[in-house]
């Protein structure tokens, strides 16, 4: 069972969320090229190790929030609410 501590309600069975991706920065849709929306949606670095993750917690707050979280042991150690 994979524990996740949502910022506001706390830790959680990992049933109650839903994985939204990897964090990283949103193209300008002004400026952005249809090659870096691709890029921004479908390819990720899928590291072994440390990553910044981004979750919908769906079954408690239906809030979003970042999660440091290592891909291999599925330890967290950080959780922070987006804005």
């Not at 993750?53 to 769906?58: I, Q, S």
């Amino acid at each position: 069972m994979m524990l996740l501590p949502c910022p506001w309600c706390g830790a959680r069975d990992a049933g109650e969320f839903r994985y939204v991706g990897e964090s990283g920065t949103r193209p300008d849709p002004a400026t952005a090229t249809r090659d870096q929306w691709r890029r921004y949606l479908y390819f990720h670095a899928n590291p072994r190790g440390w990553v910044r993750e981004d979750w919908y917690h769906g079954a408690g707050c239906r809030r979003y929030f970042t999660v440091g979280r290592h891909t291999v042991t599925n330890e967290v150690r950080t959780a922070r609410g987006r804005s």
